[in-house]
């Protein structure tokens, strides 16, 4: 069966494969900047980041060098920003400990920061042609398809199970290609639903086909419960100025800038004063509110209300006033740059 996979996956990759940038170019940079990126979006939507930033920082050493706000904007939209600022911390360890030189080592790669087992393995095998299996969700499901395995794929045992199959079916003659086509096989032809069996060149020797067990597999263990957050804006105006703060790095949307934030348990407007005390501001007038909007997180749900507010210029230390004509340089959530798209920022009306 391990013979008839490879050469079957190396046919089906020659066909099928799709153009893109760093498949043209593997170097470690880019395969590095790819598998970041791609663990976040799909790659359609992942092909113009990665594009963005090869452009804007078209090595390593010039992302080291970038401010972490510049690279922040540039990954904004992505979410899980705690990943652009492993980035710019491990092009800065590639710098200092590699002098500028990507590591080739597998040990070396997993020791930056944010590279886990799986980019490790990436970076490995598609940049330097080493013989590491990649196990990415795409990958999980073909293995776990062909060897029937029914237990649950969030379980760690049954993640190692399929670790081994995959090191086991590992073609050392072709380690890029080899994982490449795993991933692309898993990517456009056996999908999550309803995969077209009938054209796969494996259903041969697939074992849940054979035992219909195709829609079934990868088992997965319950999601973790959803979490709502209620969060209350503040766009405190002063002038041509408005209030920013920036975010820490323990909670989501570490880094970037935002309005004054109030978070408790409920969406239910706030009053004037409550707002005052929590925020160690002076409100001349309320201008506007605008309610309830939710944004969908992976693991939260984020209903957000908009208070639109004239105050007096004392703010706290933790507080900035920038100028609004420059509120678009600093990188913002997705959740505050839609709202401004559709909502004018001094009224707090809605744009037509
Ligand atoms: S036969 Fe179907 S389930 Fe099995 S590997 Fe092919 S596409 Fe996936």
Known sequence: MVKVVRKELRNWYALHQRTLPWRSHPEPYRVWLSEVILQQTRVD??????????????????????????????????????????????ANQVMEKHQGIFPSRYEDILGLKGVGSYTAAAISSIAYNQPKAVVDGNVTRVIARLFDITASVNQSTTLSQIQDLADALMDREHPSLHNQSMMEFGALQCVPKNPNCEVCPMSDVCQAREKNHVSLIPLKDKK?????????????????????????????????????????????????????????????????????????????????????????GAIDDKLNLVAWADLHTFALPRLIDRYLENHDPISGEKRH
Do not use: C, M
């Open 224 to 312: 973790t419960k959803r979490r709502s957050r209620y969060f209350h804006y503040v766009l405190a105006q002063y002038g041509d100025k408005i209030a920013l703060s920036q975010r820490g790095t323990d909670d989501i949307w570490g880094g970037l800038f935002e309005f004054p934030l109030i978070e408790n348990d409920s969406i239910d407007v706030l009053p004037p004063l409550h707002i005052e005390k929590a925020l160690s501001i002076s409100i001349k007038r309320i201008v506007k509110i605008n309610s309830e909007r939710k944004h969908v997180l992976s693991h939260q749900d984020i209903f957000a209300n908009f208070y639109h507010a004239e105050i007096d």
């Open 45 to 90: 939507q992942g092909l113009s980041y990665f594009n963005k930033f090869v452009e804007t920082y078209p090595t390593i050493s010039t992302l080291a060098a970038a401010p972490l706000d510049d690279i922040l904007k540039l990954w904004q939209g992505l979410g899980y920003y705690s990943r652009a600022r492993n980035l710019h911390f491990a």
